[in-house]
């Protein structure tokens, strides 16, 4: 594994020239996934009781649209693959290709969570973490889905939700003074942290290739004696 400040400069780099696109792209999310949910509730307020449609619409449009939560991740994964390449804001609006995978694994992630945390927080902490590179393991493995791919996603993080952790403590300072600019910071600190993610994800998937040949090659010479 890399260490943090590896992570951090490799995402730095990545993001190199693209910042304004990323930055764009974190708004455009963000209008979606918040404005719209809230808009539409606030039209259904105006004619229905506050207290009994606004928030479970809202909710609803949000699970409905939750093939955009993933790619917005997916984008960030994309462009350090693609390298020099411009930042493709349309991969965005790809989980609509495979909807019912992308969105029913999201909203079960999504559950599950939730779940832990009703328990105790911090177990959901660590579940949450756990299934952290579900969505990258769905754009690599089309044929996983569901419970599948969030196995997938817990067994590659196995001894390395702490990793993730620290990575995403180290930038609180950056949180703080988002909060401080208003918000308008997390137009650039949502990108780093993603595409630190996103290089996190590719450490993790190439160990385990590593790990898939050694064994292999171990099995081809057991299987010679």
């Not at 004619?47 to 909710?59: A, F």
């Not at 945390?117 to 177990?123: N, Q, S, V």
């Not at 137009?187 to 790990?211: D, I, R, S």
Request: charged share 20%; glycine share 8%.
């Amino acid at each position: 594994m890399d260490n943090i400040s590896g992570y951090k400069d490799r995402a730095i780099e990545s993001l190199t020239g693209k910042w304004g696109n990323s930055a764009i792209a974190t708004l455009i999310y963000t209008i979606i996934l918040g404005g719209i949910p809230i808009t539409f509730s606030y039209f259904v307020a105006l004619t229905q009781s506050w207290l009994t449609m606004s928030d479970p619409l809202g909710n609803i449009i949000q699970i409905v649209l939750l093939p955009i939560f993933w790619g917005f991740e997916i984008m960030f994964l994309e462009n350090i693959r693609k390298g020099d390449q411009e930042l493709d804001l349309g991969k965005m609006f790809e989980g609509f290709k495979d909807y019912f995978r992308i969105m029913l694994t999201n909203l079960l992630v999504g559950i599950y969570t939730l779940l832990w945390m009703i328990l105790l927080i911090i177990p959901g902490i660590i579940k949450m973490y756990s299934y952290s590179m579900t969505n990258y393991i769905l754009l690599d493995d089309p044929d996983l889905k569901y419970n599948s791919a969030i196995e997938k996603s817990m067994a590659m993080m196995k001894g390395h939700k702490m990793d993730l952790f620290l990575l995403d403590l180290s930038m609180i300072g950056w949180l703080i003074l988002s909060i401080i600019t208003c918000g308008i910071g997390l137009l650039f600190l949502t990108p780093y942290n993603l595409t630190a993610h996103a290089h996190f994800y590719e450490v993790l998937k190439a160990e385990e290739q590593q790990k898939i040949a050694e064994w292999t090659k171990y099995n081809n010479k057991k299987s010679k004696v």
